[in-house]
């Protein structure tokens, strides 16, 4: 390929590890990428009929009798790109083959159940990806940040969130956890530009300036989920998304790590092709 | 735009009219485009930001109220290219806005009801493309071929499906329903490809060669659930698809007809969006 690929590993650099800390990632950097806006770009491009075959794979192999799956899981505050990450990186995978999940406010009946009873239903058949816009990380994020939950329920939420996962894993998922990380001033500029634009007006909801107020609050709940929900098994990534381009690249590197990981081959036939091909050649 | 567009509307051109015989459409054919296949793949991928601005609209709309959506509908033989719409026509539309539904076989709980019971739930939302691939037809198909069901009960399926499409489009639905229309030489041409290409034989089904003993009664088939469900409301398109590249446009054009008379618009703001900004700017 003659693209600027990444120096180093997104899966690594970007990995919450232990003593991290939300505060110390520069929203505007690109961690393990030298290339400029437009190497990033063709980097996009290049890559998306890798994913799409990997994905094909996937999608074959469970056809075929593999359990293997991969669930991406996006969180992140208002604007800060998801739907980009699903209309540019997932976008070029075959729709046949993902299971997109946008988890809003619960429903009532939602409501009445624990909280991952709704995720539950949206989890990736086997040979599907997986995609959560938003996911079961509310239950812990805007719970805690008004208090909808107290500590010990809260810890009670983060320890079910982790079996839960163990569990999905234990199924053949493979897990890919996504905070998008934009600055309070890039937020800023892009609900302003939501409100000069009049095609972006129905994309504006006066209850992210209600949640923005809550920054650092929410900030402080990402850190506690972060040092209680990244496990081995299914690690938090935060990818820096000030320069929504390079959040597009790193999330798709992920993914193609994620998939690469997965040891995908073409299934082999269960039926003797050359004598299907006389039968077809007659038929 | 430079590109070679279409001469006559696929809308026209191809919609089942009355005294309609699928043996008098070829499908080599690419009725109403005078272009090249180089032409072809210029125009769909031309036309792939426009037909995403229109879901968008129509998913924009639907966020304000309105109960406008968008169905379509996607018959053939095997291979027939049903897989290669989905890939390369919808994938230019935000996944968020497109609701997939693959029907397969019934399972034994989904024979437990009447035939339209497992496709309702998966009706389009309002603002959403819903796609079937396969759909309630293959009951008045593959059903009639094999007499899975007797003369009284397909009338009554017929007549069953007119009545569910009156009322997708009483409640905002504009349908579109495509029959991609191959030979029986191409599929015999597509089915040996399959088998020639290891990384495709996880396509190839046994009982795609069982279906295609009977071509000449699923023509049959085609045609008498034409004539019973061609409606004004619910027009049938036969789209020639022996050229993979002409069938994607057509029915991209269909699509986008759908959408353009559907007459969309940016939902304008329900709040006060010079107040709004200013608070976003102290914020």
Known sequence: MAEVEFAKSPASVLRVGPGFSLAEVDPESTPGYDGAKSDGKSLLS?????????????????????????LLILQAMDTAGKGGIVGHVVAAMDPQGVQLAAFKAPT?????????WRIEKHVPDAGMVGVFDRSHYE??????????ADPAELERRYAAINAFEAGLA?????????????????????????LDDPSKHWKYSRGDLTERAYWDDYMDAYNVAFQKTSTDIAPWHVVPAN??????????QLLLDALEGM???????????AAERKLVEES
């Open 46 to 70: 290049a890559q998306d009929s890798r994913l799409a075959e990997l994905q094909e794979k996937l999608f074959a192999e469970g056809k075929f009798g593999s359990t293997k799956r991969l």
């Open 108 to 116: 009532d009946e939602e409501k009445a159940h624990d909280f991952l």
């Open 139 to 148: 239950d812990v994020l805007i719970h805690r940040v008004h208090a909808w």
């Open 170 to 194: 234990e199924q053949g998922t493979t897990i890919v956890k996504v905070m998008l990380n934009i600055s309070k001033q890039e937020q800023k500029k892009r609900l302003i530009a939501r």
């Open 243 to 252: 320069k929504k381009w390079y959040a597009r690249i790193a999330v798709q």
């Open 263 to 273: 040891q995908l081959n073409w299934p082999k036939a269960d039926f003797d092709v």
